[in-house]
């Protein structure tokens, strides 16, 4: 029986018109990097000294306290605005404010997506972005700018998640991983041309102008993107469907096969099953999530991999200036590491599958943050402590860096299109939770030097365990239902003995189901 897979398969020909599809779309994650990224360097604070009391006194060095403070204070921002010593705090308090941003962006832009479309929402985050970040560079106080950063990230936030979706979604079936994994390259990049940036730039404001200033590419690309075929047939608009296949098929340079069109048009008109891909409500789609035991049960696992991953992933960035090197070359270090983990999944899921690469990348990342942990507390003993710790934390990044790009593409092959954008901004509001966290381990790391590394390190090996019980989706159909997911999903679970839906928790459950319906 034809499917929507096989009719895109069959329009890919050389596959040149959708790689310029993908490369287009997929800027959105280079300027979503320079945007995310960027307060490793506007929210830095100088080398200072704090007031201490009996020694500062202003009669011990013959100076005004105005002279005092101009020595072992720096005049910036963050003086001016008075967040040095006992204020510092605010500032990471901005930062995880700026990541509750992105919880908001995640829940609001699954379900916009899924329902006005994918092209829709790039357009409006890439204006919504340009304008909140150019109005922050103009703050005047900590207040004002962190509500326009949070305003922002909320914004452009929809736009990168909608350009993921998309990718997935023009690829055929073999492209799949890659065009997942192009999205997380494109970030690595976006994070190495931060540090070219930061250093061009004289102060917070110009850096804060400038990564702005990249959504009006963004802006321009959604002119030249055809809307998704998959979300046209998910809302029944065929007609367009087939404008834009057999626009893909004219750029890769291949005939339209109508008998297959016609064939899947006849099996989704006589299929019943299609009826809940057409409700335009959002909360059918999240009922539709939520009903099946093994949809939401496997919905919520995955929410909790998503957070653990990014609590680690953005923890080990913000912590790339406190590793003793510099902090533009740690960033740069970054970006080629999540570069070169693009590479590497590329090949190896295509191989193996992105379930048992991303079980491995989070083994991988739990050991390089257990050994920091090790390193920390014997560090002064040992000679090339900072640079082993350096290693740990690029290695740490690698692994981070592939389970994140591989767990957007996971997650979008395991959920159906009629909620695929939705699960994965539920999936992602999650992660905004560990990332709303990770700037205070950071800023406990100066109280209990260890206790950071040590709990990236744990959490990951939780969340390992998690995704080994997942299904496997490599060369699988995407899904188009609830049901069709659900039938599936009931399928892996029932054979698993280390899940939660094990046979006597199956058992259980259906027995929960029958007393339900009695009553």
Same mark, same amino acid.
């Given at each position: 029986m034809p499917n929507l897979d096989s009719v895109i398969d069959s329009v890919s020909g050389n596959g040149k018109y959708q790689m310029k599809l993908l490369c287009l779309a997929f800027y959105a994650n280079m300027a979503s990097a320079l945007n995310i990224i960027a307060s490793l360097f506007t929210a830095g604070v100088p080398d200072l000294r704090c007031f201490i009391?009996?020694?500062?006194?202003?009669?011990?060095?013959?100076?005004?306290?105005?002279?005092?403070?101009?020595?072992f204070v720096p005049l910036d921002e963050s003086r001016k605005w008075d967040l040095v010593c006992s204020n510092e705090v605010y500032i990471t308090l901005s930062t995880s404010? !700026?990541?509750?941003?992105?919880?908001?962006?995640?829940?609001?832009?699954?379900?916009?997506?899924?329902?006005?479309?994918?092209?829709?929402t790039y357009r409006l985050g890439a204006i919504g972005g340009l304008v909140l970040g150019i109005g922050a560079s103009f703050s005047q106080n900590i207040v004002v700018y962190s509500v326009l950063r949070i305003s922002q990230v909320v914004m452009f936030y929809q736009s990168t998640l909608a350009s993921i979706v998309y990718g997935v979604e023009i690829s055929k079936k073999s492209w799949r991983i890659m065009s997942g994994l192009m999205?997380?390259?494109?970030?690595?990049?976006?994070?190495?041309?931060?540090?070219?940036?930061?250093?061009?730039?004289?102060?917070?404001?110009?850096?804060?102008?400038?990564?702005?200033c990249s959504f009006i590419i963004s802006i321009f690309i959604t002119f030249f993107l055809p809307k998704s075929p998959r979300w046209l047939?998910?809302?029944?608009?065929?007609?367009?469907?087939?404008?834009?296949? /057999? /626009?893909?098929?004219?750029?890769?340079?291949?005939?339209f096969d109508d008998y297959l069109w016609q064939n899947l048009l006849q099996d989704d008109q006589d299929s019943k099953d299609y009826s809940p891909a057409?409700?335009?409500?959002?909360?059918?789609?999240?009922?539709?999530?939520?009903?099946?035991?093994?949809?939401?049960?496997?919905?919520?696992?995955?929410?909790?991999?998503?957070?653990?991953?990014?609590?680690?992933? !953005?923890?080990?960035?913000?912590?790339?200036?406190n590793i003793g090197f510099n902090v533009y070359l740690s960033n740069a270090l970054g970006g080629v590491m999540e570069c070169l983990s693009c590479i590497v999944a590329i090949f190896v899921s295509i191989r193996y599958g992105s379930r048992r690469f991303i079980v491995v990348n989070l083994v991988l990342s739990s050991m390089a943050c257990l050994v920091s942990t090790v390193i920390i507390q014997c560090g002064e003993n040992f000679?090339?402590?900072?640079?082993?710790?350096?290693?740990?934390?690029?290695?740490?990044?690698?692994?981070?860096?592939?389970?994140?790009? %591989?767990?957007?593409?996971?997650?979008?092959?395991?959920?159906?299109?009629?909620?695929?954008? %939705?699960?994965?901004?539920?999936?992602s509001m999650a992660a905004r939770i560990g990332s709303i966290i990770s700037p205070w381990t950071v800023q406990a790391q100066r109280a209990i030097p260890w206790l950071c590394q040590a709990i990236?390190?744990? %959490?990951t090996l939780f969340a390992a365990f998690l995704v080994f019980q997942f299904p496997e989706t490599r060369n699988r159909n995407l899904k188009m239902t609830f049901s069709e997911a659900e039938s599936s999903f009931q399928a892996h679970f029932s054979k698993s003995k280390l899940s939660c839906c094990s046979s006597k928790r199956l058992n259980d459950c259906e027995e929960l189901k029958t007393t339900q319906q009695d009553m």
């Open positions: 009391e009996g020694v500062d006194d202003s009669n011990n060095f013959n100076l005004t306290e105005s002279e005092i403070l101009d020595i404010l !700026f990541y509750l941003g992105f919880f908001i962006g995640a829940a609001v832009g699954g379900l916009v997506s899924d329902r006005f479309g994918r092209i829709f999205s997380n390259f494109a970030f690595g990049m976006g994070c190495i041309l931060l540090s070219v940036v930061a250093l061009l730039c004289n102060d917070w404001r110009q850096i804060q102008f400038a990564v702005s047939c998910s809302k029944l608009n065929y007609d367009e469907a087939e404008m834009v296949l /057999k /626009k893909m098929a004219r750029g890769n340079q291949v005939e057409r409700s335009e409500s959002t909360m059918s789609i999240l009922k539709g999530l939520f009903t099946g035991y093994y949809s939401r049960n496997l919905l919520l696992c995955n929410m909790s991999v998503w957070m653990i991953t990014s609590l680690v992933y !953005f923890g080990l960035i913000l912590n790339s200036g000679e090339g402590a900072q640079t082993t710790a350096l290693v740990m934390a690029m290695v740490g990044r690698f692994g981070a860096s592939a389970v994140f790009g %591989t767990l957007f593409l996971q997650t979008m092959e395991l959920f159906p299109t009629c909620g695929r954008t %939705t699960a994965l901004g539920l999936s990236f390190g744990t %959490t």
